[in-house]
T-cell receptor, first 113, second 114 residues
């Protein structure tokens, strides 16, 4: 079945460091891909999305490129801030059928000042 | 729009009691999802409605769990009887049905069953 695999956390970085959180997926067809972020005590919120191969989603300095050849959607940010500390979830939806969202297990990021 | 509204935000109950969680989706959204989040199992989809009709309830753990959506603006998730292993944060999310439509999550209901 369809699935999303994320790198295990926690990831601990110093402020202004470069961030990469790996995400790979397994799905038939051409899913849409998402990154959601969850701050402490809150629900998940959309960070960025990409709907087709080679699309790049970006928001708040974060970027991810839909790579069909490697079935990946890695999240990157050039310079993290303490306020980026959160849990990041990679997710996909199918482009037909029930449009059920499939989430990865989440990666906790901690940024130290 | 006020977003997805969930209540209660926190619930502490004793084993065997009935628990009802409530959700008001965003007006105009026609898909509604209930998720459960725990440290051990992460984020699990429990049930998914489209146009108030349950489409996929394969994630509902057992018969103690039931969900309803009597109209487009209200849904409930009921646990009866509750057990300590049901302790988790329960999220409701809504979207417009279709490809690449973004899920909007509520703030969650934290359930503790003693």
């Amino acid at each position: 079945g369809d699935s999303v695999t994320q790198m295990e956390g926690p990831v601990t970085l110093s402020e202004e460091a470069f961030l990469t959180i790996n995400c790979t997926y397994t799905a038939t067809g051409y899913p849409s891909l998402f990154w959601y972020v969850q701050y402490p005590g809150e629900g998940l919120q959309l960070l960025l999305k990409a709907t087709k191969a080679d699309d790049k989603g970006s928001n708040k300095g974060f970027e991810a490129t839909y790579r069909k050849e490697t079935t990946s959607f890695h999240l990157e940010k050039g310079s993290v801030q303490v306020s980026d500390s959160a849990v990041y979830f990679c997710a996909l939806t199918k482009t037909s059928g029930t449009y059920k969202y499939i989430f990865g297990t989440g990666t906790r990021l901690k940024v130290l000042a | 729009d006020a977003g997805v509204i969930q209540s209660p935000r926190h619930e502490v109950t004793e084993m065997g009691q009935e628990v009802t969680l409530r959700c008001k989706p965003i007006s105009g959204h026609n898909s509604l999802f209930w998720y459960r989040q725990t440290m051990m199992r992460g984020l699990e989809l429990l049930i998914y409605f489209n146009n108030n009709v349950p489409i996929d309830d394969s994630g509902m753990p057992e018969d103690r769990f039931s969900a309803k959506m009597p109209n487009a603006s209200f849904s409930t998730l009921k646990i009866q009887p509750s057990e300590p292993r049901d302790s988790a944060v329960y999220f409701c999310a809504s979207s417009i049905h279709g490809e690449a439509n973004v899920l909007t999550f509520g703030a969650g209901s934290r359930l503790t069953v003693l």
